[in-house]
């Protein structure tokens, strides 16, 4: 769906969504249709394992990494486990929520599992509806910056490639600068049900997460990368969580990183929250971006406030 569209519908000055987000077009399911979160992680299931040449039933571990679940209990992952074919007691499955790096944070999951013998094959799904909780009504900068999408990944050991290391930190003192506040305890629907409702949106403030990102950010990646024995100019390809059209550019002018170095899918897809680094990872390789025996570097931010990096060889 363009930008102009979703102003003629929202009742918007004609160029204003472009002008504030840099979002040209991004997907909109049809989630109280056939496109629900689960439809489009098992679509985008069944293309990982096909392109693994992998059978669902070799599976000994499936992950469901998003922000948001189909519904609060029980978690996404035992739909993705039912929607392939698999019987009960197939295999182990589990949820992660560390919002837009939650894919991140379960290949991380997943490496352990290989490495300590406990899976031998894993698959990670990334399935995101922002659209059902886009604040239109009082901030469209912030809803305009989102879209709809799905993604997955199929892991397993392999020699000579893979995962050299990952880095996690958390920053809770910018816990507020993006949020969801309802669906838990903290505010239930049948304690305050207007209140509730009000709430139901999708809040951030863009400036909060900068500041923390702006001075904060360079250091975690250095030492990163300190760590793993690479410096910025050593990674062939950059793959940043795909936040929006101008923290992309700010990436790229703070790491001195030129367009070829990373893949930005933000003018056309959005920010697809946890879905967008494994998203643009798929896409980089379908383009062509990353050779065999590449450097990549996946990177981002995410609610909470965290950051986090996964260095691996392709």
């Known amino acids: 769906m363009t930008s102009e569209q ?36 098992l679509q985008a299931a ?19 990494a998003s922000a948001v679940p189909q519904q609060l209990i029980p978690g996404t992952a035992p739909l993705y486990q039912h929607g392939l074919g698999l019987a009960d007691g197939a295999c182990q499955v589990l949820d992660v929520n560390t919002t837009c790096l939650s894919a991140l ?15 031998r094959r894993v698959l990670i799904v990334s399935s995101e509806l922002s659209s059902c909780a886009l604040p239109w009504h009082n901030a469209p900068e912030v809803a305009g910056l989102f879209g709809d999408g799905a993604a997955a990944w ?20 910018a816990y507020e600068a993006c949020q969801l ?11 305050n049900s207007a209140l509730f409702l009000e709430q139901a949106y999708f809040q951030m403030s863009g400036d909060a997460l900068f500041k923390l990102v702006r001075s904060r950010f360079a250091a975690f990646l250095d030492g990163f990368l300190e760590r793993v024995g690479w410096s910025r100019g050593d990674v062939d390809l950059f793959i940043p969580h795909q936040a929006s059209p101008l923290s992309l550019l700010h990436m790229a002018r703070a790491f001195q990183v030129r367009s070829p170095r990373y893949i930005d899918i933000t003018r056309s897809h959005g920010n697809q929250i946890a879905a967008s680094i494994p998203s643009a990872f798929a ?16 990177l981002g931010t995410s ?12």
Do not use: W
């Open 6 to 41: 979703l102003e003629q519908r929202y009742g918007l000055e004609p160029g204003s969504l472009v002008a504030s987000t840099g979002v040209h077009t991004r997907y909109i399911a049809d989630r109280l249709g056939s496109e629900t979160q689960v439809a489009l992680g």
């Open 46 to 64: 069944r293309s990982a394992l096909a392109k693994a040449d992998c059978a669902a039933d070799s599976l000994d571990l499936i992950i469901a």
């Open 105 to 119: 944070t379960a290949l991380d999951i997943a490496a352990s599992y290989l490495e300590t013998g406990r899976a």
């Open 154 to 173: 199929v892991v397993e050991l392999a020699d000579e490639r893979g995962m050299v290391g990952s880095a996690f930190q958390s920053f809770p003192s």
């Open 181 to 191: 506040p309802v669906g838990g305890t903290r505010n239930a629907p049948h304690d």
């Open 283 to 298: 896409l980089a390789h379908e383009r062509s971006m990353i050779k065999q025996g590449a450097r990549v570097l996946m």
């Open 303 to 314: 609610a909470g406030v965290q950051f986090g990096a996964v260095a691996l060889i392709a």
